[in-house]
């Protein structure tokens, strides 16, 4: 009988999949046949339109589009338009494509939806630093139900790129440096985005950007010049975009920078070879904004049309903003120079995203004003908003258990350009956020105390200036508080696109500030807004605490009280290095050992791989944070040590939290090759668990790696394991923790 059950079982698994797969193959018929009549009536000028993507005007005038637009809407030569949304708005020009043009193709309609819509969320990198993979994929899915009710289909996120210099301002949008974790990351938010089905009205297409490697611009510099190995490329550049295609990115965006004398808009084998034959990408790709037209300048195309032909032929479909298709294609294709058939494989894959988001079935299904007036920063969002503030922040140092403040304070002082910016709030790419409903750091704390506490503030100084007029005002006010709260950092404008710094420091008088302040003996605290990390090596030395809350977004005050006075328990941790100072850039976890390592126990030994006025290492190292309790780590074990190539690797560690309070912390699980057929990092991040432990609890944590996990590639390019002896590390950041060897045979 027990075998009848289980061989019934069997078969209605066994059903259940080929009806699911007879289903997929009969909807795709049908778009495919679809598709194919569509593109048969299409004239050439059609064609070329669906390639065409144009902006509205909407973030200098508001709901406005340019007269020639809106004549090429009409003739049906523009395919998609961004940077304009709001159901009224959206649907006045979807109208006229849909019924002024010959065949009323629907238009795409692509914003920058990057950390929240309306509801603006802690900016990519601070959400990375929660480490908290469900709550990152959930800010994304209110990203896309916020836009798809103002009619937005389609977002240009997730940036994936990998980034190990944060002179680099667009730091601040991705992951941080690990490529493992930013992979994981990169999925999570094109799940967030895209949901199950991409025809529902609460989903968008999602756009992986940048292919490739633009978080590795030469000097950190925006735009520069990307040069490295194929290995580098293949093994910690690659694998998040990869990752995110496989898990079905409906679109790509290319990066601005070439890789090895190629500027990645005209690259055949990137955008072809790569991305569609060895990834089975089936989606479409754009171009970002006028790239296309800057391969002239990047001394690759003359002209225009140079320029144009490169381009759609190395696999690029759509022209963003540059008018070079529009211009360009219909000669070239005349001149034999691009072929009907490369135009309409790119017209295809359009078409191909149109009809999955729906849009010819309805072409109005994202213009609901209902969905507007109902699903935009509600309370259920903004009160994740909050908690996903707190999640994303990071205590940096907290001597003499400086915070969390105490209920009973008396007099709290606020002092800081940051400490009541509202559009600061924000961060970079923040696009429809709306700063008039953002809540400071100087409004959270009202909100959290009430009258309770006499709560006075004093700016101190602009966020970059040398004017010091403020001072004497700001430490007149710190007398009369019994705890300050030094709000510091960066303005939002100076991290993000074309925010490159060479210094990281402070920017203007802030350290003069924060010396006079906290010599004034007053306990403080410093609250440190940015959008990247900062050589802040003397603050720490002074500070008595530091707690890193980047760009908390739209909450970011209250999330931040709730930080400050122990409602939330910290406990964050860094995705990204921070530096002593910007000699040491570009400065990561996973480095080479070199052939002459350093060792800090013979620091007077000249000749290794050191500085001379400086350590090597960093001032916090990836993966580092604190708490407001503490956690010990003990007994670190191996199910066996000794295993057959094909196993599963089995450790376990147990923490205990020695500390005050209930807390989580972020465990992480490092492997470090000890001989490779290439150089080995001297460790790679392979596995991390967030737990909530109560106070004086001990709890054993587990981990299962694959051994494939530890692959690479080797020097003929093969990408596997080896047998030999390995590392394992368990602990709390890529520093510290307990280690173990174990051996594949």
Not at 34 to 61: A, H, N, P
Not at 470 to 492: C, H
Not at 509 to 537: C, H, W, Y
Request: proline fraction near 4%; include cysteine.
């Amino acid at each position: 009988m027990k075998n009848i059950v289980i061989l019934i079982l069997i078969l209605s698994i066994f059903s259940f999949s080929c009806t699911n797969s007879s289903t997929k193959k009969t909807a795709d018929l049908k778009m495919n046949t679809f598709v194919d009549g569509l593109l048969k009536k299409m004239t050439l000028d059609e064609k070329i339109g669906q390639l065409t993507l144009f902006t509205s005007d909407w973030s200098v005038t508001g709901g406005t589009m340019r007269k020639d637009y809106i004549n090429l809407i009409e003739k049906g030569s523009v395919g998609a338009i961004f940077n304009a949304y709001t159901v009224d708005y959206v649907k006045k020009l979807q109208k006229i494509a849909v019924e002024k043009t010959r065949l009323g193709i629907p238009l795409i309609f692509g914003y920058d939806v990057i950390h929240g819509h309306r509801t603006i969320f802690p900016i990519p990198l601070a959400q990375a630093s929660s480490w908290d993979l469900q709550a990152i994929e959930k800010s994304d899915r209110i990203a896309a139900s916020e836009a798809t009710a103002e009619g937005i289909n389609w977002t240009f996120a997730p940036m994936v790129d990998i980034a190990r210099d944060p002179r680099w301002g667009r730091v601040m949008e991705g992951a941080g440096e690990d490529t493992w974790l930013g992979s994981m990351i990169a999925v999570a938010r094109v799940k967030g985005f895209q949901g199950d089905d991409l025809s529902a009205q609460n989903t968008l297409l999602a756009c992986v950007k940048h292919f490739a490697a633009y978080g590795a611009p030469q000097a950190g510099r925006d735009y520069y010049t990307v040069d490295m190995s194929e290995r580098s490329l293949y093994e910690w550049y690659l694998p998040p975009y990869k990752a995110a295609v496989k898990v079905g990115a409906a679109s790509v965006m290319t990066s601005f920078n070439e890789i090895a004398g190629i500027p990645s808009s005209s690259n055949r084998w990137l955008l072809t070879d790569l991305l569609r034959k060895e990834w089975g990408f089936n989606g479409f790709v754009v171009s970002d904004y006028t790239s296309i037209n800057e391969l002239i300048p990047h001394g690759v195309a003359a002209d225009s049309a140079q320029a144009g032909m490169l381009a759609i032929n190395a696999g690029l479909d759509m022209d963003m903003q540059g008018s070079i298709y529009l211009n360009q294609l219909k000669d070239l294709l005349k001149s034999g120079k691009v072929s009907q058939e490369t135009i309409d494989n790119s017209v295809r894959n359009v078409l191909v995203a149109k009809y999955k988001l729906g849009l010819f079935e309805d072409p109005y299904r994202y213009c609901s004003l209902e969905r507007e007036a109902k699903e935009i920063m509600t309370p259920d969002n903004l009160a994740f908003a909050r908690e996903f503030a707190s999640k994303s922040a990071v205590l940096l140092k907290n001597s003499n258990k400086t915070l969390p403040i105490k209920r009973n304070i008396k007099t709290l002082a606020v002092i800081g350009p940051l400490g009541d910016s509202k559009p600061d709030m924000l961060g970079s790419w923040s696009a429809a956020g709306q700063s008039d409903k953002c809540v400071t750091l100087l409004e959270g704390l009202k909100n959290k105390l009430g009258n309770k506490t006499r709560i006075i503030y004093a700016k101190g100084c602009e966020t970059d200036s040398c004017n010091t007029d403020g001072f004497a005002e700001a430490l007149k006010i710190a007398r009369q508080a019994d705890f300050v709260i030094l709000a510091l950092g960066e303005s939002a404008s100076m991290s993000g696109e074309a925010a490159s710094r060479s210094d990281l420091g402070l920017p203007g008088v802030q350290m003069d500030l924060a010396r006079i302040i906290i010599k004034s003996g007053v306990t403080s605290a410093v609250v440190l807004f940015n959008g990247r990390p900062l050589a802040i090596e003397e603050l720490d030395k002074i500070a008595p605490a530091l707690l890193e809350v980047w760009f908390g977004g739209t909450e970011a005050g209250n999330g931040i009280s709730d930080l400050l006075f122990g409602d939330v328990i910290p406990s964050g941790k860094l995705t990204i290095t921070f530096p002593r100072n910007v000699g040491q850039i570009p400065i990561f976890y996973n480095v080479k050992n070199t052939g002459r390592p350093f060792d800090p126990s013979f620091p007077k030994d000249k000749y290794k791989s050191r500085y001379l006025d400086c350590p090597n290492t960093p001032l916090y190292p990836f993966g580092y944070g604190l708490s407001y309790t503490t956690f010990r780590y003990s007994n670190l074990s191996m199910q066996k040590t000794s295993l057959n190539k094909g196993e599963d690797i089995e450790a376990s560690a147990e923490v205990t939290n020695t500390g005050e309070y209930d807390g989580d912390e972020i465990v992480q699980l490092y492997v470090h090759q000890k001989v490779g057929d290439v150089t080995r990092p001297i460790k790679e991040l392979k596995g991390f668990k967030k737990v909530s432990i109560k106070k004086g609890e001990s709890i054993k944590v587990s981990f299962i790696l694959k051994m494939d996990e530890l692959s690479y590639y080797h020097q003929n390019m093969s990408y596997n394991y080896d047998g030999g002896d390995y590392d394992l590390y368990i602990g709390p950041n890529s520093s510290e923790g307990l280690s173990i060897s174990f051996r594949i045979l």
